[in-house]
T-cell receptor, first 114, second 109 residues
Framework: DSGVTQTPKHLITATGQRVTLRCSPRSGDLSVYWYQQSLDQGLQFLIQYYNGEERAKGNILERFSAQQFPDLHSELNLSSLELGDSALYFC?????????????FGQGTRLTVV | DAKTTQPNSMESNEEEPVHLPCNHSTISGTDYIHWYRQLPSQGPEYVIHGLTSNVNNRMASLAIAEDRKSSTLILHRATLRDAAVYYCILRNRDDKIIFGKGTRLHILP
């Protein structure tokens, strides 16, 4: 158990809908990362937050947004969902920012868009 | 982002050491070398990281070439539970963790 909790574990929704994925980082971890993993794309970095502020942005679509709250949990909002958004979404946390630290991943949320 | 090159797949026998290579010829002086692995149906798992010196932990060892253009992840005694995709990643100050395709490691009983 990495200590990172993602909810829900599974989500099935229809095209055009909006969903929110939640990530609770390990206690005290300031940095949160979001990833999308689909069969044909591998693990794609979406966005990173550090202590409530956006720190790095990857291949995140405009239909997607995220935030990190004062209690350090994070939410990833996906809107106007398309079939191609079906994927595993992972959240990771690390104690601090920077390259000299490890990240701990949750078990993911499996999103199916029908 | 500096790139890494890994073999697509490797096989090893159970209870034998495994050496997973990674080339990173464009590495910069401030890039850290990280290894993660992803077991089937699980999230990625941190394995080890280092900057210049070789590193050991309870999971593995990381051997870094003197010129830092390559590194090797060493699993000292592979078990069936080590079958996974192993990712070699360079991280620098921009703090992203960018995954490539990794090496799929098969362990033969």
């Amino acid at each position: 158990d990495s200590g990172v909790t993602q909810t829900p574990k599974h989500l099935i929704t229809a095209t055009g809908q909006r969903v929110t994925l939640r990530c609770s980082p390990r206690s005290g971890d300031l940095s949160v990362y979001w990833y999308q993993q689909s069969l044909d794309q591998g693990l794609q970095f979406l966005i990173q937050y550090y202590n409530g502020e956006e720190r790095a942005k990857g291949n995140i679509l405009e239909r997607f947004s995220a935030q990190q709250f004062p209690d350090l949990h994070s939410e990833l909002n996906l809107s106007s969902l398309e079939l191609g958004d079906s994927a595993l979404y992972f959240c990771a946390s690390s104690p601090r920012g920077g390259p000299n630290t490890e990240a701990f991943f949750g078990q993911g949320t499996r999103l199916t868009v029908v | 982002d500096a790139k890494t090159t890994q073999p697509n797949s490797m096989e090893s026998n159970e209870e034998e050491p495994v050496h997973l290579p990674c080339n990173h010829s464009t590495i910069s002086g401030t890039d850290y070398i990280h290894w993660y692995r992803q077991l089937p149906s699980q999230g990625p798992e941190y394995v080890i990281h280092g900057l210049t010196s070789n590193v050991n932990n309870r999971m593995a060892s990381l051997a870094i070439a003197e010129d830092r253009k390559s590194s090797t992840l060493i699993l000292h005694r592979a078990t069936l539970r080590d079958a996974a995709v192993y990712y070699c990643i360079l991280r620098n100050r921009d703090d992203k963790i960018i995954f490539g395709k990794g090496t799929r490691l098969h362990i033969l009983p």
